[in-house]
């Protein structure tokens, strides 16, 4: 158990991981409450003119229980915490290997149309000769 908390707080980064794990039920909560709000609208919409505060309320109500909801839940919690630590582990590039990286990817790309440029003229071409004949 100490072993993993260790581990843990050496991944935790800038703002430690319950904070990541927060963050993440909250834009998760932001996101359900703009696809409910849109959803209710278009179901009410079918039947009746909608009042859209009303269905904001409605829609930012069932957000905010679905979300504490989910956070409650040790499953749920438990999960989105071992993704944040794993997360944290990660060595994201620095600018000097995204930029050579980059350079790499558009060299290989235009080498790569002109190979397939190459080969395009080349059957334009001899489809050509079999049609004109």
Known sequence: MAEQ?????????TLGIARWVQFAFIGVGICAFWLLDNLIYDIWDGFREPDPNLVTLIAAVAAVVGTIAAYRRPKYKTFVTEVSVELAKVRWPTRLETRSQAVVVVIVSIIAAIILGAF??????????????
Request: glycine share 4%; aromatic share 8%; hydrophobic share 45%.
């Open 5 to 13: 908390q260790t581990n843990t707080s050496e991944a935790a980064g």
């Open 120 to 133: 395009d003229a080349v059957w334009s071409a001899v489809t050509d000769l079999i049609y004109d004949a």
